[in-house]
């Protein structure tokens, strides 16, 4: 079973930026497609980004594309999210999830979809 951990997270000011990790052990990541996912207060978990196993395909939220970039090292076992131009409405716990499927073609957007999720890490924005 794979343990995922989040870090990266913090108070920033509007319009800055953070980089989120997220580091497995227990398992290599490199044959799963990762996702990020954030939760605000009394809101349901909601789909940030995706990669696919091998990095050459992402997606993206409509309400973070051009702001977020998704990306991995396999070698580190780590994938990361850089946010930049960062909004209040960012503001949340930001999860990692991995894909309950071993070399899935199609990245999915619901949480249901990924497993082995992290304890999270709180992203703060600040208007």
């Known amino acids: 079973q794979v343990q995922l951990v989040e870090s990266g997270g913090g108070l920033v000011q509007a319009g800055g930026s953070l980089r989120l990790s997220c580091t497995a052990s227990?398992?290599?990541?490199?044959?799963?497609?990762m996702g990020w996912f954030r939760q605000a207060p009394g809101k349901e978990r909601e789909f940030v980004a995706a990669i696919s196993w091998s990095g050459g395909n992402t997606k993206y939220a409509d309400s973070v594309k051009g702001r977020f970039t998704i990306s991995r090292d396999n070698a580190k076992n780590t994938v990361y999210l850089q946010m930049n131009s960062l909004k209040p409405e960012d503001t949340a716990v930001y999860y990692c999830?991995?894909?309950?499927?071993?070399?899935?073609?199609?990245?999915?957007?619901?949480?249901?979809?990924?497993?082995?999720w992290g304890q999270g890490t709180q992203v703060t924005v600040s208007s």
């Open positions: 227990g398992r290599t990541l490199s044959n799963y497609a």
């Open positions: 999830g991995a894909d309950r499927l071993k070399l899935n073609l199609v990245l999915t957007t619901t949480p249901e979809a990924y497993t082995s």
